[in-house]
């Protein structure tokens, strides 16, 4: 389809947008004249819309550009930390899996990348990613993908020797004290979901996955506690089924509430888990370079935050 640019009559005032288009693009339907405007190819008096339901009036200029880039949607909370021609390094916002669980999911942190990549210029689609550890869907914080087949093998061997330094800011309820969490965890401990397995009176059974979590209390306030955690494993949800077997469970928390509820607690309000992945720490899987990150929780943390007691500064 070629470019074109039209004036609209009185024919037109009122109308939405995809009318008007669609009056002028002979043979085109709804649903193609409302992928033009949601892909970024019409343009209003100079102004790019992408809501093909707006209302237009008599004399607005109507421009149809097809080589236009589609239109970069802003994710607060996400960006691009490192980028070289091997590693990948982003804030991930809560709420944006790290990877689809299906081939339809879109709105990944994969998807993420590319869209920023695609609006510097670069080459997106052509640039694989590949997948060296994870975030769970409601942590935000720094999330690490290899770009290439070599970086893939040497972070691997990095994750799956626990040498990665990946620490996080939590907030889980009440008072917790500094300590040392070892447990084996398996994805069933009995009741459908991930826990600890233990022999009575002996400590941890030898099944499961080992797996060790250190927890340094920051800040206590009056109904919960500011934690640095450092993981020497990285079990899937590790830190918040050893905080909630321990009885505190994160500030947010949906899943592993089921101990607290049944003691007789309550969980603390907030929109989301309040788990931030605020330092990492690797060697460059090509050159052995030592490469630090860190980055601040984002502001839906810091507010539940003070909403609870703290102060801004302590998470700075």
Do not use: C
Not at 59 to 68: N, S, T, W, Y
Not at 128 to 139: E, I, N, W
Not at 222 to 242: D, K, M, S, Y
């Amino acid at each position: 389809m070629p470019d074109q640019t039209f004036v609209l009559d009185a024919e037109d005032s009122g109308t939405t947008l995809a009318a008007a288009l669609r009056r002028r693009l002979e043979g085109r339907s709804w649903n193609d004249v409302r992928r033009l405007v949601e892909t970024g190819k019409v343009r209003v008096n100079d102004a790019v819309v992408v809501e093909s339901a707006v209302r237009v009036e008599a004399g607005a200029r109507i421009e149809l550009v097809m080589a236009a880039p589609r239109p970069r949607v802003e994710i607060a909370g996400f960006r691009i930390v490192f980028d070289d021609g091997h590693l990948v390094v982003i804030e991930k916002p809560a709420g944006v899996t790290s990877v689809p669980f299906e081939r339809k999911d879109a709105g990944t942190a994969l998807d993420l990348i590319r869209d920023a990549w695609r609006h510097m210029g670069k080459r997106a689609t052509a640039t694989p990613l590949y997948t060296v550890h994870r975030l769970d869907k409601d942590t935000s914080g720094l999330l690490a993908f290899a770009k290439t087949r070599l970086a893939e093998r040497a972070l691997h061997e990095v994750f799956q020797k626990h040498t990665a330094r990946r620490e996080y800011l939590a907030v889980a309820q009440g008072r917790v004290e500094s300590q040392r969490i070892e447990s084996q965890l398996v994805a069933d401990r009995g009741d459908g979901l991930r826990g600890s397995t233990v022999r009575r009176g002996r400590g941890p059974r030898d099944d499961g996955q080992r797996a060790v979590t250190h927890v340094a209390a920051l800040r206590h306030l009056p109904e919960a506690t500011l934690l640095r955690v450092r993981l020497e494993t990285g079990r899937t949800h590790q830190i918040r089924v050893h905080l909630s077997e321990l009885g505190h469970p994160l500030v947010g928390e949906t899943v592993y509430v089921r101990d607290l509820l049944r003691d007789g607690g309550r969980p603390l309000p907030s929109p989301r888990l309040l788990l931030h992945a605020a330092t990492l720490g690797l060697p460059h899987p090509v050159t052995g370079e030592p490469l630090d990150f860190a980055a601040a929780p984002p502001p839906d943390f810091t507010s539940v935050y003070e909403a609870l007691g703290g102060r801004s500064a302590d998470v700075a």
